[in-house]
């Protein structure tokens, strides 16, 4: 196969750990799930539904816990009470994220008036 330029001969794009990484975290809700847990450490379902607010769905919220959970980033803990009680909790992975998406929340909050404005702008055009 020939090689298009200097990047993809030190690169190997298909094995790529960020590009894992951002395909996993390029959805809605998992950055906010981990930075909600990132400052309060455990919660339960509803609390972390409430903290996002009404934009997410259960099925959602669900689907978006079980892959953090799958990857590492939280633990899943059911109580066998009645009714039954299910906490998620941050784990040490999780925790070493948080740093960068206060940071990546930093940015965009000291950003996103210039890129609103750019995105009007480039809409007049």
């Known amino acids: 196969m020939k090689k298009i330029n200097a990047l993809e001969s030190?690169?190997?794009?298909?094995?790529?750990?960020?590009?894992?990484?951002?395909?996993?975290?390029?959805?809605?809700?998992?950055?906010?799930?981990?930075?909600?847990?990132?400052?309060?450490?455990?919660?339960?379902?509803?609390?972390?539904?409430?903290?996002?607010g009404s934009d997410i769905s259960q099925k959602m919220l669900t689907v978006t816990l079980r892959t953090l959970e799958a990857d590492g980033f939280l633990i899943r803990t059911i109580?066998?009470?009645?009714?039954?009680?299910?906490?998620?909790?941050?784990?040490n992975l999780g925790k070493s994220l948080v740093p960068l998406i206060d940071n990546l929340e930093q940015w965009a909050k000291s950003n996103m008036s210039a890129i609103e404005k750019s995105r009007d702008n480039f809409v007049k055009v």
């Open 10 to 52: 030190d690169f190997d794009f298909k094995n790529c750990p960020v590009r894992k990484v951002l395909d996993r975290f390029g959805d809605k809700w998992s950055l906010l799930v981990l930075l909600i847990l990132g400052k309060k450490e455990t919660l339960r379902f509803n609390e972390i539904n409430k903290a996002i």
């Open 79 to 91: 109580y066998p009470e009645v009714p039954p009680r299910v906490e998620y909790t941050i784990t």
